[in-house]
């Protein structure tokens, strides 16, 4: 029986960024696939998963969709200290919020040092007509700072999708590329008959054995 | 002065009977008593004078529970490291030290000694201008907070930053009779209270003209107080004035005010926080039980301190760490965090919240959860670590796994789909409706509200008799062990005793006779249910 060795990959984001701007519409659009108009302020925080493969990886990314409300401010470090990567959400029709971007990036440069991927993402572009940060602007911006860009719109489904599997992408290159990257894998043992299922992990067998960071080479299949 | 008003202002036709006796109802046998600790009672509604609100019960945080627990966990210098993280604990624990417990406290005044002039005669000029329009003007119940400094923090009507002429007036009061060393308390102006609560540079004053007493607003005005303090903790709020008598507030609020929103108009109809009790939702005992060990078994892990169960307002069930309590007062705030936060239902949350009678001053994180599709069932988990977010929701995938399994999910929403029960159910004719609080319990029971109170009026108006009943007995002045009150469109018998208040509505035609017998009867009714409507077991984990 023929097998092929899948890596699992534990991705952690953090989505931050002023109150309102629409980090929560944006993550369900991702993980729902749906907007809610009566989606409300977040309280705390709040924490989704989505799982989907990645080229040979079973990518499982662990959101947390921070509150923007001042008062939660100072719980940020909890969330942002752990993350793979970040999300800098703000709205382009309130220069505001683009202008808070600055001050998250500052915080995250001076306390985060394992290494994080970045992407500023530009919400509610469907509001052309009231826009108050300019693309190029927010383009210029994020390539100062290292950062991926998209502008979305979790009302209109646009760019969504995307920015979440530019991170994703970012993050395995992470992996690959830097041993302290942080992120946990494991190895999964998937018989090559059962493969090619999208979004469905029933199917896999998974050997619960973890190991952290590096792989380890050469340990037998599981069947 | 207030009390004495309100007695003159009875409803026509009152046929007064007070009285100490005890009917046959054994008062030993409480129904809902039980030796255990459950919920604490709040401060009994006796002590809940103005100066002891004011002062006392408000004025020392308890800076200790959270860090007990963290201590007492912490086997090692590991351990200290990691609570190092925990800033506001730490902060707490530096300023424990008594230096400003009695900072901000007011000075102690009783009520003879208020300034005449302060009181009745005084008329306040405020400038005629559209945004107090008559609208503005004919609700019942205002509520507005300020800073010591004046700063406009919340009202309930209109926006703060139009009152702000409004507001500087109240503060010019409150800071004229605070020179010369008094309390400003209370001004009666006509049909209308204002009530003031000055706590730790921020002053509260409650206006109502819907007849609830002066203790009664005084209680509203503490709820609405530790509302902020489950927002901010004592121990910040007390920090951020300290170092800037002038800053506003609403930054840090910003998103809590329809916290205090919710908490206010639950307060207009939910009769709990008059009554310091906490609503059980009705479940068979072995129902319960099992819900109960569920959570003991999968949810024993360190540092978690309380899991709640709620849905709609009701106690499920509370679980707790040994040697701490829940107080009913907290419960509440509990309860007004789920009840206005739609955001839970979204997804898993993790959020700071300070239970001011638990530990004012720092925070515990709560893990909040729905169990089932339609979001009826929340599930908190409340720890001291900061990191323990994922150990809970393991926990809680495993609580739900056995619930389901168990049909358990399926009782609760069943109980809910009945709301309550029907007053019919007690078999006790001309009985309307009433409220039964067991106070070792600090719980209560009532029935559904049927006609003759089934429009937002009628029961606004039921409300209004319930407060006017509870205040009689709770009277400073002269408190009552019975009363029985003939009113125009119903007849009212309120009964205090060492473990119940009981507080029932008639109809109008009802007899003395009639009405004694009839709640021996309900009382035999209760007894009967108990194991239904109350939780007396304590658990721990
Ligand atoms: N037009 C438009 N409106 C959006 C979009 N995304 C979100 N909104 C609206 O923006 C408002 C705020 O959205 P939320 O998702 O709650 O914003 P948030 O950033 O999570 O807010 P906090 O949790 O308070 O920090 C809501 O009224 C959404 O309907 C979008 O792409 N286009
Ligand atoms: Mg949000």
């Known amino acids: 029986m023929s097998t092929r060795t899948t890596k699992s990959l534990e991705g952690k984001v953090v989505v931050v960024g002023s109150q309102g701007v629409g980090k929560t519409s944006v993550v369900i659009r991702y993980v729902g696939g749906m907007f809610s108009k009566a989606v409300s302020p977040t309280i705390g925080a709040s924490f989704f998963t989505y799982k989907f493969n990645l080229g040979n990886y079973r990518v499982k990314l662990q959101v947390w969709d921070t509150a923007g409300q001042e008062r939660f401010r100072s719980m940020a470090p909890m969330y942002y200290r752990k993350a793979n990567a970040a999300m800098l959400v703000y709205d382009i029709t309130s220069s505001d919020s683009f202008y808070d971007i600055k001050d998250w990036v500052k915080e995250l440069k001076n306390n985060v040092d394992t290494p994080l991927v970045l992407c500023l993402v530009g919400n509610k572009c469907d509001l052309e007509e009231s826009r108050a940060v300019s693309k190029d602007e927010a383009e210029e911006y994020a390539s100062s700072i290292n950062s991926l860009f998209y502008e979305t719109s979790a009302l209109k489904n646009m760019g969504v999708d995307e920015a979440f599997l530019q991170v994703a992408k970012q993050m395995v290159h992470l992996y690959e590329t830097n041993p302290n990257s942080g992120l946990n894998t494991m190895d999964l043992y998937m018989k090559s008959e059962s493969t090619h299922s999208d979004d469905n992990n029933t199917d896999i067998k998974l050997d619960a054995k973890t190991s952290p960071n590096n792989s380890t080479s050469g340990s037998g299949c599981g069947c | 002065m ?13 046929d007064h009977y007070e009285s100490s006796d005890q009917g046959d109802f054994n008062e030993n046998e409480a129904p809902g008593d039980s030796h255990e600790k459950i919920l604490i009672a709040s401060d009994s509604y006796e002590d809940l004078n103005y100066d002891d609100i004011a002062v006392s019960s408000f004025g020392k945080p308890y800076s200790g529970s959270i860090i007990d627990i963290v201590r007492h966990n912490s086997c090692s210098d590991e351990k200290e490291a990691d609570a190092s993280s925990l800033n506001l604990i730490n902060e707490s624990s530096a300023e424990s030290s008594n230096e400003d417990q009695n900072e901000g406290q007011v000075k102690d005044l009783s009520a003879d000694k208020v300034p005449e002039d302060v009181g009745e005669g005084m008329k306040l000029e405020i400038r005629e201008n559209e945004d107090f329009g008559p609208e503005w003007r004919q609700k019942k119940k205002h509520l507005f907070i300020f800073s010591s400094a004046g700063k406009p923090i919340y009202s309930r009507h209109g926006s703060e930053d139009k009152l702000v002429t409004i507001m500087g007036v109240m503060q010019a009061l409150v800071s004229f009779v605070q020179v010369s060393g008094d309390n400003m308390r209370c001004i009666i102006a006509g049909d209308h209270k204002f009530i003031f609560l000055n706590r730790d540079q921020i002053v509260l004053v409650g206006v109502s003209s819907a007849g609830d007493s002066s203790t009664q607003i005084v209680l509203q005005l503490s709820y609405v107080y530790n509302q902020i303090i489950s927002v901010l903790t004592y121990t910040s709020l007390h920090k951020i004035f300290k170092q800037r008598r002038n800053y506003d507030l609403r930054r840090l609020l910003s998103g809590a005010e329809k916290f205090i929103d919710n908490l206010v108009n639950m307060m207009d109809t939910e009769p709990g926080f008059l009554l310091g009790a906490i609503r059980c939702l009705p479940l068979d005992a072995p129902v319960r039980e099992m819900i109960e060990q569920t959570i003991v078994l999968n949810a024993k892990v360190k540092d978690l301190v309380f899991a709640v169960m709620l849905a709609n307002n009701q106690l499920i069930s509370l679980v707790r760490m040994k040697k701490y309590f829940l107080s009913a007062m907290d419960l ?41 599709e339609n979001s009826q069932t929340c599930l908190l988990l409340l720890s001291v670590d900061r990191e323990a977010f994922f150990t809970l929701s393991e926990c809680k995938n495993k609580i739900q796994e056995r619930l389901l399994k168990y049909n358990s999910l399926r ?10 029960y029907s007053i019919q159910q007690c078999g006790i004719t001309d009985l309307r409706h009433f409220l039964y609080k067991s106070k070792s319990i600090a719980q209560y029971t009532s029935p559904e509200l049927e006609a003759p109170y089934l429009t937002p009026a009628d029961q606004e108006r039921l409300f209004g008799l319930y407060h006017y009943l509870h205040h009689r007995i709770h009277s400073p002045a002269r408190p009552l062990k ?3 009150y003939v009113g125009e469109q119903e007849t009212l018998l309120g009964w205090m005793t060492q473990g119940f208040e009981l507080y029932t509505v008639f109809g109008p035609l009802v007899t003395k006779t009639n009405a004694i017998h009839a709640i021996n009867k309900l009382l035999r009714w209760i007894k009967k249910e108990e194991d239904q409507l109350f939780i007396l077991n304590s658990v721990t984990f």
Do not use: M
Not at chain 2, 356 to 366: E, V
Not at chain 2, 411 to 420: P, R, Y
């Open chain 2, 2 to 14: 207030a009390e004495a008003k309100e007695a003159d202002r009875l409803p026509d036709h009152v």
């Open chain 2, 332 to 372: 509440h705030l509990i309860i007004n965090l789920v009840n206005a936060s739609e955001s839970f239902k979204t997804a898993e949350s993790w959020t700071p919240i300070c239970l001011p009678k638990f530990d004012s001053s720092g925070f515990l994180q709560a893990h909040i959860s729905y169990l089932d």
């Open chain 2, 411 to 420: 009782a609760i929403s069943d109980s809910l789909a009945t709301t309550s």
């Open chain 2, 482 to 484: 019975i009363l029985y």
